[in-house]
């Protein structure tokens, strides 16, 4: 039963699901992400620049970024970041400032354009 709601929840099927533990509890298990929303926020982001909606910012050594590419992206309540891997990046993992993350999805792979998308796990 607990397989099938969590499956379920996977899958979609339910925003929200509680289960129960053994020790009677209740435990939220969060809905699987809606990748595609994911993917299409980072490939809008990499792809074009909005200054209004995606103003740019000053690193500390001067370059400058697109405030997503340094502040990341929410996607339903979680915050992404993108790095393109044959261009400069200004997002933390490529910054040092964190070493733990989890990537989400590879966008363009093998091309010149390819595309990291992950989420800080730290």
Do not use: F
């Not at 994911?38 to 400058?64: F, K, M, N, Y």
């Not at 697109?66 to 996607?75: D, R, W």
């Not at 733990?100 to 800080?120: A, F, H, N, P």
């Amino acid at each position: 039963m607990l397989l099938a709601m969590v499956l379920g929840a996977t899958l979609g099927a339910a925003p929200h699901v509680l289960a129960l533990q053994s020790t009677s509890t209740a435990v939220h298990i969060q809905p699987a992400p809606d990748l595609t929303r994911i993917e299409a926020s980072a490939l809008d982001h990499v792809s074009q620049w909005q200054p209004l909606e995606d103003p740019l910012v000053t690193l500390p050594d001067g370059r400058q970024a697109k405030s997503s590419h340094v502040n990341g992206i929410e996607v339903d309540g979680v915050r992404y970041y993108y790095r393109i891997r044959y261009a400069p990046n200004a997002d933390p993992a490529t910054l040092g400032e964190v070493t733990r993350y989890q990537v989400v999805s590879v966008l363009e792979k093998g091309t010149q354009w390819e595309t990291e998308i992950y989420r800080i796990t730290e």
